[in-house]
């Protein structure tokens, strides 16, 4: 099976997954398939309460078979610093809250994903995500109004020139 083709399974199965598990939702931080699973991992960071900062890391194993999340599977997720957590049912998915020295720290995180259940066992891996977009410059709003209006008074000031006198 292509990667394309595999992707597009996995985001597929990842939109079959029961409405509300759409409650744990963060970021696609892994994803892929084999015969036996299609696993989707994703992250979103948590409010704590002053234990600072946490990552919610919720995994939805589907077994390829009937389509079914597998909430008696064991998924583990090795977060590429040295630490991996085990995931534990809860909702529809399988979460861990994990605790970050600082907040965002989690995107640059390359992690390996390992189901295994009653299906069979899968392994995905996902690297680290691309800084979100901070959008324009801060400058480039009072520049773009500056231009503006430096054109408006150009434009006013041609206009009012009087015509030169025909002959």
């Known amino acids: 099976m292509s990667r394309r083709a595999a992707a597009l399974l996995a985001a597929l199965a990842a939109a079959a997954a029961p409405a509300a598990a759409g409650a744990h939702g963060g970021t696609v931080i892994a994803s ?62 399988l979460e861990a809250l994990v605790p970050v020295e600082e907040p965002g720290a989690w995107r640059s995180w390359a992690v390996t994903a390992r189901v295994s259940g009653a299906a069979g066992t899968l392994e995905v891996r996902g690297g680290p995500l691309a800084p979100p977009d901070e959008g324009p410059p801060p400058w480039l709003w009072p520049a773009s109004g500056a231009a503006a209006v430096a054109a408006a008074l150009v434009v006013a000031r041609r206009r009012r020139r009087p015509a030169p006198p025909s002959r």
């Open 32 to 93: 892929g398939s084999n015969d036996a699973y299609a696993l989707t991992v994703q992250a979103a960071p948590v409010q704590a309460r002053g234990d600072g900062p946490l990552v919610d890391v919720t995994a939805y194993p589907i077994r390829r078979s009937n389509g079914a999340l597998d909430l008696g599977a064991r998924v583990e997720v090795d977060l590429g610093d040295g630490r991996t957590v085990r995931l534990r049912p809860r909702g529809d998915g």
